[in-house]
């Protein structure tokens, strides 16, 4: 049946990687053919929803859907994670935002995904290899559990790299490792492209910074309207300020200020934490008496459960490389 014309977004399909991090794909002709690598949407899920920045993480113009792979990192990502199944609405999915990923002339790139930041660096990596250049990869996990994507990023690299803290997967090491051993053994890498967790393109940033590497990273400040209006979402860029939202949201990696990143993301913890506690009890108190509170959800299973665990690559400034948030 043909139901586009109902209002919102439709789910088509939902995978889960982990007990935090999962995939939607929504029914989205006009953004799939729109979209770009390197851009963004906002979600709303219902009428009382917050605006949710998140990557496109990939389009499939034929079929004429976007993916996006979420970390549930709080309440309204925790909403998502327990209600949208295949068949859900969202109520709006708005973009594409952002710049589109500059390819240039690039021959040589290195890609790097730090957790989630698979999902976001994907499409590069793919739009690099059809541009012609010559792709290294090199994603990292915690550990092998973690681990997704792995063969559909391979795929679209010359060569492959692949990290974990624990050891359980590829290097024992963190991404720097992999960047480490992709610069030894290329002395012409044009540019290096780092997403995951601020603490992650930080590192990275540094690492490429003495051998003058060109660095790109995607910044994830806390953003409002989206479009250059509220001014939520600033970034230090050197000297200058900018709005990741529309003219992000990738900058140079060595003229950001990632400290500053840092602690804006820090700034509503508390408030972020009351959202998350007062959503979790209004579950709690939705369920019938006799029923099972952990068959209805992570977050229906009782005031003992604080924020979620989150991996590697959680879009939140406390992340602390090699360690679960709040460990
Ligand atoms: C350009 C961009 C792309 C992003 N892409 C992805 C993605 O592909 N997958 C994914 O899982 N997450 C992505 N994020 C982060 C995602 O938007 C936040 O995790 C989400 O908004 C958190 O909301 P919450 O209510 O679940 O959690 P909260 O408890 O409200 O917040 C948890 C943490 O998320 C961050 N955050 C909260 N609100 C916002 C906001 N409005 N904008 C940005 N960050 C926020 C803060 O660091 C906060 O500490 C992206 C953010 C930006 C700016
Ligand atoms: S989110 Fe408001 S200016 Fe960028």
Same mark, same amino acid.
């Given at each position: ?137 090199? @994603? /990292?996990?915690?550990? !092998? ?7 559909? =990023? ?5 060569? $492959? ?51 003058g590497i060109e660095t790109v990273v995607s910044l994830n400040p806390i953003m409002v309207d989206g479009t250059g ?7 230090? @860029? /050197?000297?200058?300020? !900018? ?7 990738? =900058? ?5 200020? $990632? ?34 509170p952990a068959a209805a959800g992570p977050a229906a299973s009782g005031p003992e459960r604080q924020q979620p665990q ?18």
């Amino acid at each position: 049946m043909d139901n586009r014309h109902e209002a919102g977004f439709e789910i088509v399909a939902r995978e889960d990687f982990s007990d935090v991090t999962f995939l939607l794909e929504i029914d989205h002709p006009l953004m799939a053919k729109a979209a770009r690598p390197g851009q963004f949407v906002i979600t709303i899920l219902h009428d009382h929803g917050e605006r949710i920045p998140l990557t496109i993480a990939d389009f499939d113009r034929e079929r004429g859907t976007v993916t996006l792979v979420i970390q549930a990192a709080g309440k309204s990502t925790r909403e998502m994670q327990q209600t949208c199944r295949v068949g859900t609405r969202l109520l709006s999915v708005t973009g594409p935002m952002g710049e589109p990923t500059d390819l240039g002339d690039v021959r040589k790139v290195v890609l790097v995904g730090g957790g989630l930041g698979v999902a976001p660096v994907f499409p590069q990596a793919r739009a690099y290899k059809e541009n012609g250049a010559y792709v290294i990869g090199i @994603i /990292g996990f915690r550990t !092998k559990e973690l681990v997704f994507w792995e063969d559909k =990023f391979k795929a679209c690299c010359d060569e $492959f790299i692949i990290c974990s803290d624990d050891g359980s997967v590829g290097i024992k090491g963190l991404v720097t490792e992999g960047i480490k051993r992709a610069i030894r053994k290329h002395g012409d890498i044009d540019r290096l492209v780092a997403i995951g967790p601020p603490i992650m393109m930080k590192a990275a940033a540094e690492t490429t910074r003495p051998h003058g590497i060109e660095t790109v990273v995607s910044l994830n400040p806390i953003m409002v309207d989206g479009t250059g209006m509220c001014g939520g979402c600033r970034v230090k @860029i /050197g000297d200058g300020i !900018k709005f990741a939202c529309v003219d992000g949201p990738e =900058f140079d990696g060595h003229e950001v200020d $990632f400290d500053d990143l840092m602690n804006r993301l820090q700034r509503y913890k508390a408030d972020e934490k009351l959202a998350f506690e007062k959503w979790s009890e209004d579950c709690r108190q939705q369920l019938p008496e006799d029923s099972d509170p952990a068959a209805a959800g992570p977050a229906a299973s009782g005031p003992e459960r604080q924020q979620p665990q989150v991996d590697a690559g959680m879009f939140d400034g406390t992340y602390r490389m090699g360690m679960p948030k709040g460990k």
